[in-house]
């Protein structure tokens, strides 16, 4: 396994993360045991660290990690990163929720699904105009002083409003929508992002040494090659959520990553660690949060740090994604 180091955290992060969504049963590939056996097998292949979320399977990722970590005793050889801010009622309706109160009785309901006393990266999921920064703040720095958190992260934040964080609270760590054909992308499952990736994030978190986190790395299965030119999930899959899949802006998407699946093959090299090795080799990339579905995928996946991309294949690639800088 490769490591990356930054200034604001302590340990070392395998470069090679492991988001557990889909351990959720929101996607159609989850099942608990193969869950497991995805969360043993990572470990065993060096990877320690962990992107967790209370909304993901509405509670369900939370409490399948917990158990596993705890019934093997690998609690202290991971990194576990969830998240607060996003509640849920009874119909799955979200809302964002970054008050003391919330945040100070998520936190308890997280550690107990995730059978610990302390959560290493907490990150708010989303911005909450209606509260503010310092109110959030204030309850982290409750939590830090009880022990319950190590780090404090902020996932989809603006960077004005990290830099307004920072007077109240360290920031440690971003998490951010980043792959090849999501650069700087305007919106998330039709969510508006109030952030630029590439030209306003990666220069912020190289500025102060956060860890930089990006997520769906391999934009949700398009860039690991399996999709065909229609794609039908069932109606649970989260991925219906997702118009740059399902609507009329996926044909572009599909042709673009068509063409480098193609440029993959005539390297002898396989899409998906092509696309893991375009974010690896960005010095501001931490760790790559990407989701498997079996202990196959995951070995694949982690296959990617065994090579690089040279300088002739990166400016192909580049040739090909460069439409997709401001989309």
């Known amino acids: ?12 992060i395998s470069v090679i993360g492991i988001g557990c969504w ?4 929101d996607w159609d590939c989850s099942d608990d045991r193969k869950s497991e056996e995805i969360i043993y097998a990572a470990i065993d292949m060096g990877i320690n660290f962990f992107d967790v ?6 509670g369900h990722s939370e409490t399948v990690l917990g158990k596993a970590l705890k019934k093997n005793n690998l609690r202290n050889k991971v990194l576990i990163a969830s998240k607060g801010g996003l ?8 809302t964002n929720n970054l008050s003391g109160k919330s945040l100070l009785q998520e936190i308890d309901a997280s550690l107990a699904r995730l059978q610990t006393d302390y959560i290493d990266i907490y990150q708010m999921h989303w911005p909450d105009p209606n509260v503010p920064l310092e109110e ?8 830090k002083k009880a022990g319950k958190i190590r780090y404090v992260g902020l996932s989809n934040f603006s960077q004005q409003d990290i830099e307004k964080m920072m007077k109240y609270i360290d920031v440690h760590c971003q998490q951010s929508l ?3 054909l999501e650069r700087n992308p305007k919106n998330y ?4 992002l109030d952030y630029l990736t590439e030209r306003e994030v990666l220069p912020t978190v190289k500025k102060y040494g956060q860890a930089f986190l990006p997520y769906s790395p391999l934009f949700q299965g398009l860039l690991a090659g399996k999709f065909s030119s229609g794609i039908n999930f069932s109606k649970d899959d ?12 996926f044909e572009l998407y599909f042709d673009a990553a068509d063409k480098l699946k193609k440029l993959a093959e005539e390297y002898g090299r396989p899409m998906n660690e092509m696309a893991l090795n375009w974010l690896r080799q960005k010095p501001e990339v931490t760790s790559i949060i990407g989701g498997a579905s079996t202990v196959e995928q995951l070995e694949q996946n982690i296959h990617c740090i065994t090579w690089d991309i040279d300088e002739e294949m990166m400016n192909r690639i580049e040739e090909i994604i460069a439409p997709f800088e401001n989309l």
Do not use: Q
């Not at 959030?136 to 939590?143: F, G, K, R, S």
């Open 1 to 12: 396994m490769i490591y990356k180091k930054v200034s604001k955290i302590e340990e070392k």
């Open 22 to 25: 889909n351990f959720g049963g």
């Open 53 to 58: 979320a209370p909304v993901y399977g509405w």
């Open 87 to 94: 509640l849920w009622n009874d119909a799955h309706e979200t």
């Open 136 to 143: 959030t703040a204030e309850a982290l720095t409750v939590m």
């Open 178 to 180: 980043y792959n090849m």
């Open 189 to 192: 499952h039709s969510i508006p």
């Open 238 to 249: 989260i991925r219906n959520a997702n118009p740059k899949l399902v609507g009329p802006a």
